[in-house]
């Protein structure tokens, strides 16, 4: 891309790439906003993604009620959820489970980035603990936190409200820019 001022949107698994890229175009990068994403392993129970069973996400009562509870905080209906099922069950296994396998050991960064960052916390975040936002407070020295009501899927569970955080970021980085 030969853009001079991107956003890096980033939501869950893709922190850790969001990181990296910006370490890669740090003068074209203008801003970075994480979406229950993390940098590391992001929880304690991540640790043990690589050891579950792929073969075990299917559509039933056991996974509908895992998926609200973690994902939405219990508040989904059941059209999202069949949605999220749907990209499972298409997705590759063998990425799937290498992606659980990653989740469980991605290494701590080392680097410490002067950059805008905003990240948006569902209040209820299940999968992702409160060591990933300390962990990317202390890689990123201008952080913002935004806290939305929800669980792990916000932007799915509530995307006008992620999308009006990322235009209105949008426009404050222009104008900066435009400004410099």
């Known amino acids: 891309m030969k853009d001079e001022n991107l956003l890096l949107v980033a939501e869950s698994y893709s922190g850790k790439l ?3 890229l910006y370490k890669l175009a740090k ?3 203008k801003g970075i906003i994480f979406i229950a994403s993390f940098i590391s392993s992001p929880s304690f129970i991540s640790r043990f993604a690589k050891l579950f069973p792929i073969k075990l996400i299917k559509s039933n009562r056991i996974n509908y009620w895992i998926i609200n509870h973690y994902g939405f905080n219990g508040h989904a209906a059941k059209e999202k959820i069949q949605r999220i099922l749907h990209s499972i069950k298409t997705t590759d296994r063998e990425k799937f489970k290498y992606r659980f396998e990653n989740i469980a050991e991605i290494n701590s960064p080392i680097d410490k980035l002067n950059l805008a960052v905003i990240y948006i916390s ?3 975040d299940r999968l992702v603990g409160k060591k990933a936002l300390k962990q990317l407070a202390s890689k990123f020295e ?4 935004i806290q939305l009501p929800g669980g792990h899927f916000i932007a799915q569970a509530k995307p006008i409200e992620c999308a ?5 970021t949008a426009s404050q980085l222009s104008r900066k820019t435009k400004l410099s």
């Open 18 to 20: 969001a990181y990296e």
């Open 27 to 29: 003068n074209r990068v």
């Open 122 to 124: 569902p209040n209820k």
């Open 142 to 145: 201008r952080l913002e936190v």
């Open 164 to 168: 009006k955080i990322i235009a209105i």
